[in-house]
Nanobody, 115 residues
């Protein structure tokens, strides 16, 4: 059974940093593009960052220069390093991946940035 398990959320002051992790578990899986999404209360879910298996990345304009997505293919894990956090980054962050043609989501982790 394939699962995406996230960790690393929490409460941080504006200007601080957090690192999120998302590990895909399952037998003989190959994970292609992995993505981080976020959803703030009352807002639509938005794509924050994505990384292909080969390491090509893209970011939402709102996080460029502050967030860095990376991955460890051997561990089927994706990371999101978030620096210079702002109150508007407060949201539930979820990782997403397609594995063998099926879409999987993590359970979500809360990130709260206080001003």
């Amino acid at each position: 059974q394939v699962q995406l398990v996230e960790s690393g959320g929490g409460l941080v002051q504006a200007g601080g940093s957090l690192r999120l992790s998302c590990a895909a578990s399952g037998s003989d899986i190959i994970v292609n593009t992995m993505r981080w999404y976020r959803q703030a209360p009352g807002k639509q879910r938005e794509l924050v960052a994505a990384i292909t298996r080969g390491g090509t990345t893209n970011y939402a304009d709102s996080v460029k220069g502050r967030f860095t997505i990376s991955r460890d293919n051997a561990k089927n894990t994706v990371y999101l390093q978030m620096n210079s956090l702002k109150p508007e980054d407060t949201a539930v962050y979820s990782c997403n991946a397609f594995i063998w043609g099926y879409e999987y989501w993590g359970q979500g982790t809360q990130v709260t940035v206080s001003s």
